[in-house]
Protein backbone atom coordinates (compact mmCIF):
# COMPACT_ATOMS: atom_id res chain seq x y z
CA UNK A 1 0.00 0.00 0.00
CA UNK A 2 1.15 3.69 -0.79
CA UNK A 3 -0.41 6.36 0.59
CA UNK A 4 -0.07 9.72 -1.46
CA UNK A 5 -0.62 13.38 -0.14
CA UNK A 6 -0.61 16.17 -2.59
CA UNK A 7 -0.48 20.14 -1.45
CA UNK A 8 0.86 23.21 -2.63
CA UNK A 9 -2.26 24.49 -4.65
CA UNK A 10 -4.24 27.25 -4.63
CA UNK A 11 -5.06 30.79 -6.60
CA UNK A 12 -2.37 32.46 -8.87
CA UNK A 13 -2.78 34.54 -11.38
CA UNK A 14 -2.33 33.76 -15.07
CA UNK A 15 1.46 33.70 -15.72
CA UNK A 16 2.94 32.52 -12.25
CA UNK A 17 4.06 30.12 -10.79
CA UNK A 18 3.09 26.84 -8.13
CA UNK A 19 4.99 23.80 -6.91
CA UNK A 20 3.31 20.83 -6.19
CA UNK A 21 4.23 18.48 -4.18
CA UNK A 22 3.49 14.89 -3.73
CA UNK A 23 4.33 12.76 -0.18
CA UNK A 24 4.40 9.00 0.04
CA UNK A 25 3.75 7.15 2.63
CA UNK A 26 5.88 3.82 1.39
CA UNK A 27 9.37 3.09 2.28
CA UNK A 28 10.51 1.71 -0.65
CA UNK A 29 9.74 5.36 -2.91
CA UNK A 30 12.38 4.88 -5.83
CA UNK A 31 10.65 1.74 -7.91
CA UNK A 32 7.28 3.61 -8.22
CA UNK A 33 6.80 5.51 -11.29
CA UNK A 34 5.10 8.72 -10.54
CA UNK A 35 2.76 10.69 -12.51
CA UNK A 36 0.57 13.95 -12.38
CA UNK A 37 -2.85 14.20 -13.72
CA UNK A 38 -5.43 16.80 -13.71
CA UNK A 39 -9.70 16.93 -13.58
CA UNK A 40 -10.64 20.04 -14.91
CA UNK A 41 -14.80 20.55 -14.28
CA UNK A 42 -17.01 18.85 -16.72
CA UNK A 43 -13.64 17.23 -18.39
CA UNK A 44 -11.81 13.58 -18.18
CA UNK A 45 -8.80 13.29 -15.86
CA UNK A 46 -5.96 14.18 -18.39
CA UNK A 47 -2.11 12.80 -17.96
CA UNK A 48 0.23 15.63 -16.76
CA UNK A 49 3.28 14.37 -16.71
CA UNK A 50 5.33 11.79 -15.10
CA UNK A 51 8.86 10.01 -14.11
CA UNK A 52 9.86 7.00 -13.75
CA UNK A 53 11.19 4.99 -11.54
CA UNK A 54 14.59 4.90 -10.23
CA UNK A 55 16.89 8.13 -9.99
CA UNK A 56 14.38 10.18 -11.82
CA UNK A 57 16.25 11.40 -15.12
CA UNK A 58 13.53 9.98 -17.00
CA UNK A 59 10.17 12.03 -17.78
CA UNK A 60 7.08 12.65 -19.89
CA UNK A 61 4.96 15.55 -20.83
CA UNK A 62 2.03 16.06 -22.26
CA UNK A 63 2.07 18.47 -25.00
CA UNK A 64 -0.25 20.61 -23.20
CA UNK A 65 2.09 21.58 -20.58
CA UNK A 66 6.16 20.83 -22.24
CA UNK A 67 8.29 23.83 -21.70
CA UNK A 68 5.87 24.89 -18.56
CA UNK A 69 6.07 22.54 -16.28
CA UNK A 70 8.76 20.75 -14.71
CA UNK A 71 8.50 17.14 -12.72
CA UNK A 72 10.90 16.16 -10.12
CA UNK A 73 11.63 13.52 -7.33
CA UNK A 74 13.49 12.79 -4.09
CA UNK A 75 13.55 9.41 -3.25
CA UNK A 76 15.07 10.07 0.10
CA UNK A 77 12.19 12.14 0.71
CA UNK A 78 9.92 10.16 -0.74
CA UNK A 79 8.47 13.48 -2.37
CA UNK A 80 7.65 14.03 -5.96
CA UNK A 81 6.83 17.75 -7.56
CA UNK A 82 5.57 19.50 -10.12
CA UNK A 83 6.77 23.08 -10.79
CA UNK A 84 4.07 24.40 -13.14
CA UNK A 85 5.14 27.62 -14.39
CA UNK A 86 3.90 29.85 -16.82
CA UNK A 87 0.07 29.21 -15.95
CA UNK A 88 -2.87 29.83 -17.94
CA UNK A 89 -6.50 29.41 -16.90
CA UNK A 90 -7.08 26.71 -19.07
CA UNK A 91 -4.22 24.92 -16.30
CA UNK A 92 -7.33 25.31 -13.76
CA UNK A 93 -7.74 21.85 -12.23
CA UNK A 94 -7.70 19.43 -9.54
CA UNK A 95 -4.64 17.64 -10.14
CA UNK A 96 -3.34 14.44 -8.21
CA UNK A 97 -0.54 12.56 -8.36
CA UNK A 98 -0.34 8.48 -8.48
CA UNK A 99 2.11 6.01 -8.34
CA UNK A 100 2.41 2.76 -10.03
CA UNK A 101 5.09 -0.34 -10.65
CA UNK A 102 3.20 -1.55 -14.12
CA UNK A 103 2.19 0.13 -17.05
CA UNK A 104 -1.67 0.59 -15.71
CA UNK A 105 -2.33 3.80 -13.51
CA UNK A 106 -5.47 1.93 -12.94
CA UNK A 107 -4.13 -0.28 -10.81
CA UNK A 108 -1.77 2.26 -8.99
CA UNK A 109 -2.01 4.16 -6.18
CA UNK A 110 -3.75 7.55 -6.15
CA UNK A 111 -4.13 10.78 -4.18
CA UNK A 112 -6.45 12.85 -3.30
CA UNK A 113 -5.73 15.90 -5.49
CA UNK A 114 -5.39 19.83 -5.07
CA UNK A 115 -6.82 22.64 -6.49
CA UNK A 116 -5.05 24.75 -9.05
CA UNK A 117 -7.03 27.60 -10.03
CA UNK A 118 -5.67 30.43 -12.50
CA UNK A 119 -6.78 33.85 -12.55
CA UNK A 120 -7.25 36.19 -15.78
Known amino acids: QVQLVESGGGLVQAGGSLRLTCAATRRIFSVYTIGWFRQAPGKEREFVAM?????????EYAESVKGRFIISRDNEKRMAYLQMNSLKPDDTAVYSC????????????WGQGTQVTVST
Open 51 to 59: VWGGSGTST
Open 98 to 109: AAQTSTSWTSGY
